[in-house]
């Protein structure tokens, strides 16, 4: 079976619990929050074409905020959208993305389009295959990870991927959202790029549990 077949049956397989999970979750943010339910933003895709990716809303709009600054991220988002992003339950309109050939089950994060001209020409390789709801760096440390580690791990995914890896990632996604704590992932900053140091990559095999790799 090939990957987007994969993702097609895994998906419809899964509707039953992400479709009124995401009916649900929209309703909260209609009845807490307010339209619009869903928050739009560009992002690149397989070979870094641009499409425009849905998420759940979880920040107020700036003007609601009454800052006189233009306030942060932390002071916009809600204690719902907090729960949301926590759970990832944000994340749910994306498996309408794998529907539509957009995305992917698995496979490297879509980024911000003014990361591309920053990647270094090994980096960039992480566009040529669709980008993921989850990935290999997901699970392998998330934010908790470097840049450039992130980078290099979804790298690795795409010269070694497999089904069965795919799996084995989907498998320790959902471990990893029933173990998550209440802490909010730390921020790292923006990526304002890198250079092909061979000193800024790690042995990415062998952070792979063997039955993963």
Avoid at 40 to 60: A, N, S
Avoid at 126 to 142: F, K, V, Y
Wanted: with cysteine.
């Amino acid at each position: 079976m090939d990957k987007r077949a994969f993702d097609v049956l895994a998906t419809l397989a899964l509707a039953p619990v992400w479709m009124p999970l995401l009916a649900l979750a929209s309703a909260g943010v209609l009845i807490v929050m307010g339209r619009p339910v869903f928050f739009r933003q560009q992002r690149p895709g397989l070979g870094g074409v641009i499409f425009t990716m849905y998420k759940l809303r979880t920040m107020r709009p700036c003007a609601e905020c009454g800052e006189a600054a233009l306030p942060s991220d932390a002071q916009r988002i809600t204690p719902l959208g907090r729960f949301l992003r926590r759970t990832s339950l944000d994340e749910l309109p994306e498996f309408l993305h794998v529907l539509a050939g957009r995305m992917s089950l698995v496979g490297p994060r879509p980024l911000l389009p003014e990361y591309l001209p920053r990647y270094t020409e090994r980096q960039a390789r992480r566009h040529e295959l669709p980008p993921g709801i989850t990935g290999l760096a997901q699970t392998s440390g998330r934010r908790d990870l470097s840049w450039e580690e992130t980078f290099e791990l979804d790298v690795w995914y795409v010269e070694n991927r497999t089904m069965r890896l795919d799996i084995a990632i989907l498998v320790r996604t959902i471990g990893q959202l029933f173990r998550r704590g209440a802490g909010e992932a730390a921020d790292r900053g923006p990526f304002t790029g890198s250079e092909p140091s061979e000193t800024t990559r790690r042995d990415t095999h062998r952070d792979i549990p063997p039955d993963i790799s």
